[in-house]
């Protein structure tokens, strides 16, 4: 019988503290019969964020093509997506229950390919793009793509999204950590990236890239465009591929706009550092987290090295249709002139504002409680909230803002995720939060938050 | 910028042949005009095999939740679907564009492990089901639990599925090869598992599992209940795991019945080996491959290790919601008395009575070819063709029955795959093609086989 000692001990290394132990208390205390707040985790659809009725409309028929044949259907589709349904029900011979080609639908990867060239106003090729099963597995791919020994390393910033260290630590690979400014809301700063490189180089690893999220995750930032030509060059000059999380590039809330890697490099010409950036569905004003869609688009690559992604998603046989529909229908929206045209703009519009006037909230109300302050949230769907309390010299097992965060859980109810979790610069204490709960119930978060704070400060 | 030799050569070694050169070659003639049959890959709804209306019915309405709200949907939709969507949809808070669960859905696991009791007659636990983006990510999570270092090893049949070369290759881990007995009808031989492993034992590998595929694939077989007690008691003499690969299960056309491992190890009251089964609605009466739909269940485990897997599907989040949802209408399907009762039956039993006819006819016919034999297919979607050519005493970079197959596709646009793509014994010369294509088409193939066989014959 299989024991814990008989397993591969990177997987137990590996941690995912998005949904680690703090989240499972939480879960056994709802059981218990408490009310709790999760706002650990980026998942809009589950705090009555809508999904867009066209999106949903859509891949309702073509789960169900029968109906494209009634009459009745009139009455309960819009008529563009009727048509949309039947125009692509028409190139997918076996409809979405048939295995794809392993690089995704051939109308999808041009359709994405087009998306990029009309946002960012530059060339994009329909043959470089992948559709995946959510982004997390197109990060994956290029990290194991790019992994070909364990002295190999990929920068990875602190703080980060877990699924990097996590993906690291499962291939054996080395994660170069490179801390984001949080003086100077939280861009990359050269003089760190050239030390941890060079740090990196000391200790005998092998750097081959640089991941960067952008807007951050877990830190809300929007990274300038200057931050983002000083990334590529740094890039250029030290032979690094940059890998680009750009999943929350609709998710922007400040006067900084979003600029993609991808059209940052094509306007400097750079044509010698190789580019993987990745979108999902999962957030912004879709927040279709369940239907694991995504795309990972390459630049500055052989077709002999795209082919190794192609061969690895071979074996996985293909993404899942239905995200992958749902990945067509986030880069086509309707029209202006069709008949969902109104609704889909309103209803986007909704969802971004209640987000924007959730960041203020939170920017705003979080800074007014002595002993916490936040970098104001630009962007993605989080805030690093940084906690002024003493930090013991000698580090407990149980790292100080985690036992803070469960203090937080058991007195209040709210579930956040430790710093630690994400990694924060060495003496101070973090947590991150969603602010997707309703407005409300952020108010009421914040002051709970308050009274619980100034009373964990007495304590220590 | 990325060059091949920069990248993890892992990667470049692993090989799948059911999406290889051969399937590359049959569309570049598809582009030039060519009319193909793609024998190549089981996927059934590309053959026209419809999907069963209950279970598109389902998901089409939570997919659209706002229908149910609808008077004029019970014209459009059977009551019984209307029902279990409305039941489906009150426990998903957030419905399918939500996150669920690391482990897949609640109720969905209940539904699953009730499932296995039922059709086996023996207890199976909630908690030790992991819902899967498709069989072949839970077979990769398996794998990927047993390997701890790279001189681990798991037995793997030959011929063999390639998902389980390829992973073992990307896991850098050793793969031992036992042959199946082809004179025997693909059976598992007794002294063939232990003298592959004891050679594998005195090459210094160190086996933790064996992986059986049962109904077969490629071979079609189905495993006699005698076999399996073999295999249940030489995996528990030398402390093993088993792997159980039985995707086919509902493909069945012979007079033996199948058996599952859970099932036979559960009355042998063998408790000291741990089994990983994986099951899916990709195939059988369903073949909803591109839902990417899954599970694994897993025995003989302790909590802290199921846990590991739970924690490695935490790293991507979950498994899409709608495969989630479709596994759960598979395991669920309409009773008796209900509305889509009788149309669902039809359905299912017109997929399998046309599968059972095409298998004779694939079975009855290429036996009839001079110089082609073929195990008669029992189970699954595939023959496993044996070709009697003589094979050169020194082996060409093209290896003979490749060129035999590239041969046939170029003459004929019948593309199936080669033997070598899933291991043979040596000396042998085989290749791999599914009996999905509609009757007359396969009658047609059968003969055109033929006429080319021939010739390929006086050629050599």
Known sequence: MIKLNDINEKIIQAEYAVRGSIVDRAQELERQGRSIIYCNIGNPHTFKQKPLTYVREVLSLLEFPNLLEKQAITNLFHSDSIARAKYIYNQMPGGVGAYTPSAGIGFIREAVAEFIAMRDKIPALPDRILLTDGASKAA?????????????????????????SATLTLLDAKKIDYYLDEANGWQLDLDELEESLAKAKANGITPVAITVINPGNPTGAVLTRENIEMVIDFASRHKLAILADEVYQ????????????????HELKVEDVSLFSIYSMSKGYFGECGHRSGYLEVRNIDDEVFAQFVKLQSINLCANTVGQ????????PPKLGEASYDLYAREKDQILQNLKEKSRVIGDELNKIPGISVSYPEGAMYAFVKLDLPVPAKV????EDEKYCLALLEETGICVVPGSGFGQYP???????????????????????KKFHIAYQNLG
Chains 1, 2 share one sequence.
């Open 140 to 164: 994956q791919a290029v990290i194991q793509l790019l992994i070909k020994s364990p002295s190999y390393g990929i920068m990875v910033p602190v703080p980060q999204y877990p699924l990097y």
């Open 325 to 332: 529909l749902a990945t067509y229908l986030m880069v086509t």
């Open 396 to 399: 407990d097992i149980i790292p």
């Open 427 to 449: 003496g101070t204490l973090h947590f991150r939060t969603t602010f997707l709960p309703p407005l409300e119930e952020i108010i009421n978060l914040v002051s709970r938050l």
């Open 250 to 265: 609709n998710n922007i809330y400040g006067s900084k706009s979003f600029y993609s890697f991808a059209k940052v490099m």
